[in-house]
């Protein structure tokens, strides 16, 4: 079973930038992807980015020009930079990994846009 390392997240004001981070305990292999959720109040849990093992990006429209997720390949890390933050940003966010088959979900990660 993968397990995910999440870190990163925090309270920053509007116009800010964070950067998240999640490293599964493998790499991925073909086939496979990364992705962040976030999660907002009262809202339901949605896809804002996403990585395949090829490298190949997605994005929500939302974010689009605003966040970029990368992938470094020497530490199995994925990050999530996050700029211009505005309040919609709010929320918490989870890794996800499809790997093996299988969905794995991270512990998530508190962000707060607020001024």
């Known amino acids: 079973q993968v397990h995910l390392v999440e870190s990163g997240g925090g309270r920053v004001e509007p116009g800010g930038s964070l950067t998240l981070s999640c490293a599964p305990s493998?790499?991925?292999?073909?086939?496979?992807?990364l992705a962040w959720y976030r999660q907002g109040p009262g809202k339901e849990r949605d896809i804002v980015a996403s990585?395949?093992?090829?490298?190949?990006?997605g994005y929500v429209g939302a974010v689009k020009g605003r966040f970029a997720i990368s992938r470094d390949i020497a530490t199995n890390t994925v990050y999530l930079q996050m700029n211009d933050l505005t309040s919609e940003d709010t929320g918490i966010y989870f890794c996800?990994?499809?790997?093996?088959?299988?969905?794995?979900w991270g512990q998530g990660l508190q962000v707060t846009v607020s001024s």
């Open positions: 990585i395949t093992h090829d490298g190949i990006k």
């Open positions: 493998r790499p991925l292999a073909t086939s496979e992807q």
């Open positions: 996800n990994a499809f790997m093996g088959s299988q969905f794995t």
